[in-house]
């Protein structure tokens, strides 16, 4: 009796990890939830305002991390259509897919949305309006406003404005084409010259 006792108190005790085992595949659920979270959540990267100063030219720290706009009709982006991915100009990660570029004719780049989780949006009171800013969801740089409504013929209806400058380009090769690379007419070129240095 004893005997059986002491076989039962054993079964009893490894039940719980019999129960944890048939319990596996809601734990894998998880641990794959978490990988899918990880993957799509930016990598947060924080920098010092002299850390960002050293790796930004002077006018990217004045719109990404001083909230600027570049002047109208000057990003090098802006008319740029070749296939590829939009990173933060600031810490690299990806904010937007070419397919999801539009001619808006705005003068800055435009896109009708941004990659899952890339991008947070603020309210903007600034100037006597009430608008939408976007920021880079990994260093909180400044990329523009995203406006909704305008009746655009694309999917969202919204318009991402985005400064040139807060971006980087890679085409499908994953080969970068820097701002200086685009070949978008001489009087852009002089205006983004003469703005760099004013
Ligand atoms: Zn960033």
Redesign the pocket.
Known sequence: MTFVTARLRAYLARTPTRLALRQAPSLSAAQTLNRYTLRTMATK?EKTEDEWRAVLSREQFRVLREKGTERANTGAYDKLFDEGVYS?A??G?PLYESKTKFNSGCGWPAYYEGLPNAINRHVDKSWGMERIEIT?A??G?HLGHVFKGEKYDTPTDERHCVNSISLTFRDKDGVEKPQDAVDDGVWSRVKRMVGSVL
Do not use: L, R
Request: hydrophobic share 35%.
């Open positions: 990267v933060c600031g810490c990660a880079c990994a260093c740089g």
